[in-house]
């Protein structure tokens, strides 16, 4: 059997997420099956290509959802997981087909795709998760943004922080399906130290610093709401913790960049803040108005890279929304 893993990709959720599935789907649905890892990112227009789903079977973890008839797994925990309300009442249909319910699976209130995966897999299908605990954890820990304080996320001692740098920085297309599967079989510190991972650290931390410095010369903190604009300093990927660990004091930030396939309006909450959640603006559903998504307190808008201009005015939009809204 050929089992074709569709990710997050540049995520670290999204790559333990594939190799979470892949352990789970060996173990306790197929031994004998091989596996092959294809990276999805956000961005705009379609989001899918259908020729590519040309497994026996074709899973999809911790992405948006797809009618494809060709897709036979999808885990998500977003709650933009939805492109459209046809999509959303295509997975509600598949609900009431056992077959279908049995394989497609939605909780936008698990913190990761991993802990939600491994949830599925332990209660429906019996996977032992002990092995895997650590993963879980720091899949947690990362996609929740869980961490004990602001240094500690930008920092970066632990291997899952070194780890995540390098997935979200990596240009290298086969990089990520080639460490997929060491995620469930080795320690993370463990795999720092392989030969095709350990030589792409120093470059990256040295880079991980100018970002920080990049994003302390450009931001701006005003009625609790962080601005900065690095277009002009194309990036692939950068620590979303940086403004905070600059403004510890903000609620949110807003941060316009560039990359080589989008320009992206990432729209964030401090982990750290002490204002009353239940005060706190939903950031997926002000994404979602520009055809963006994510979480309540994390999301993001991909615009094509020549629409630059375009998302701009609606990063302008979104800052003078919260900073009109400044809770604290």
Request: overall charge negative; proline content about 7%; charged content about 20%.
């Amino acid at each position: 059997m050929r089992v074709r893993v569709f990710y997050h990709d540049k995520c670290f959720d999204g790559a333990c997420s594939a190799s979470l599935f892949t352990r789970f789907h060996r173990e306790c649905i197929a031994s004998d099956a091989a596996y092959e890892y294809h990276g999805l990112v956000h961005r705009a227009g379609a989001l899918f290509d259908e020729s590519a789903f040309t497994g026996d079977e074709n899973a999809i973890v911790d992405f948006k959802y797809s009618a494809s008839p060709h897709i036979t797994w999808w885990f998500d925990h977003h709650q933009s997981a939805f492109l459209t309300a046809e999509d959303h009442r295509h997975f509600e249909a598949c609900q009431q087909d056992p077959a279908c319910s049995a394989r497609k699976f939605f909780d936008p209130h698990y913190t990761s795709c991993t802990s939600f995966l491994a949830h599925i897999a332990s209660t429906r299908f019996g996977f032992n998760t002990a092995p895997v605990a650590d993963l879980i954890h720091w899949a947690n820990i990362v996609d929740g943004a869980l961490y004990e304080s602001p240094e500690a996320a930008v920092e970066m001692a632990a291997p899952a922080m070194k780890l995540t740098l390098i997935i979200e920085s990596t240009q290298d297309p086969e990089f990520i399906p080639r460490l997929i599967p060491l995620l469930t079989e080795m320690p993370l510190a463990e795999i720092l130290t392989q030969p095709f991972v350990a030589p792409l650290l120093p470059p990256l931390l040295e880079r991980h610093q100018q970002a920080l410095e990049l994003i302390r010369s450009r931001s701006e903190e005003r009625n609790g709401t962080i601005f900065f604009d690095i277009t002009d300093h194309p990036l692939e990927g950068f620590n979303k913790f940086i403004p905070y660990y600059l403004h510890p004091n903000a609620t949110y930030s807003i941060g316009l960049s560039k990359s080589s396939f989008r320009t992206k309006v990432a729209v964030g909450s401090n982990p750290w803040t002490k204002v009353d959640p239940a005060k706190m603006v939903n950031l997926a559903q002000v994404c979602e108005r520009y055809g963006g998504g994510g979480h309540a307190r994390v999301g993001a808008i991909s615009f094509p890279p020549d629409q630059e201009e375009k998302a701009r005015v609606a990063a302008g939009e979104i800052v003078a929304e919260l900073r009109a809204r400044d809770p604290r």
